[in-house]
């Protein structure tokens, strides 16, 4: 096997990766989203049954709290998103022949590793909590204003906002 033999593996084995991990997340984020729903309409339900408008506000923090983390999964998802499209536009820059035989400005590493593709590294895992909010935050509010993202979650809140209003009347 010659190096060019070599780095088409590499590369084939990436791109799998890349897209294994991009399946994951999306059931990870449906996951997500049906955990949601189930737990915020029980907590409606049986604040409904009991007449106990407080719980309303449990439900309102499960919705808050599973927006949450589905944003921080797209965020993950997102950065392999990026990374399959970094080697899609250099592979169509360069050409897969002459990326393969080394040019172009990326490396092949075969594998869809967290670190490597969301910029860190083993050293930035040890970096304060602050800096690694502050750095991520960017990323994670475009996550959380993507219509696709919120639109669930707001309708979530809005529905079990109605009911509590109606539960105090």
Known sequence: MDEEDARLALLQTELNSL??????????????????????LAIGGFAVTNHQPALILVGEGAVAGFF?????????????MNRNLDIDSELKKV?????????????????AAWLGLYGGSRESNREPFASRVGRNLPDFWFEATRGSNFSLYLFLAFCL?????????
């Open 95 to 111: 050409g897969i022949m002459q990326v393969l035989r080394g040019a172009g400005t990326f490396d092949i590493v075969g594998t």
């Open 19 to 40: 897209q294994a991990s991009i399946r994951s997340l999306d059931s990870i984020s449906i996951q997500i989203k049906g955990w949601c729903v189930t737990a915020s």
């Open 68 to 80: 949450l983390i589905n944003c921080q999964f797209r965020m993950f998802q997102r950065s392999f």
């Open 161 to 169: 906002f109605i009911e509590f209003v109606i539960l105090l009347l």
